[in-house]
Structures are given as C-alpha cells and as structure tokens.
C-alpha cells in the first residue's frame, strides 16, 4: 500500500517596499529681504510684510 506524501511549501521571499510621500517637497520660505523686495516692488502691502514677520517671528500682529 503506497503511502501520503506530504509536500512542505516555502514561504514566499521577503518583498521590500519603499513609500514616498504623494505630495511634493515644501517650498522654502522666501528670505526677509525677499520680502522686503516685493513690499518695495507693490506686489505685497506693508500689512502683509508685517504679518509675515510677525508670523515667522511668533509675534501676534499689532495695529497702528
């Protein structure tokens, strides 16, 4: 009488993923002088300088 025969299966190889992140890289921030340029050029009011600076300063803007 022919007996079972049990077949033993290996596991399949380790897969390695990589994740990236779906959304692009931050922008760096522009400089104070980068700012102060485009204040100077009309591009951005002297309202929005200050919030900026006061903004990346950690200070609550004040008004005048």
């Known amino acids: 009488m022919a007996q079972p025969i049990l077949i033993v299966q290996q596991p399949p190889a380790a897969v390695e993923v990589?994740?990236?992140?779906?959304?692009?890289?931050?922008k760096p921030s522009p400089?104070?002088?980068?700012m102060?340029?485009?204040?100077?050029?009309?591009?951005i009011s002297v309202q929005a300088l200050r919030q900026w600076l006061g903004d990346i300063a950690g200070v609550a803007p004040t008004s005048l």
Do not use: D, N, W, Y
């Open 18 to 26: 990589e994740i990236s992140p779906m959304a692009p890289a931050p």
């Open 31 to 34: 400089t104070v002088a980068e």
């Open 36 to 43: 102060l340029q485009l204040q100077e050029k009309g591009i």
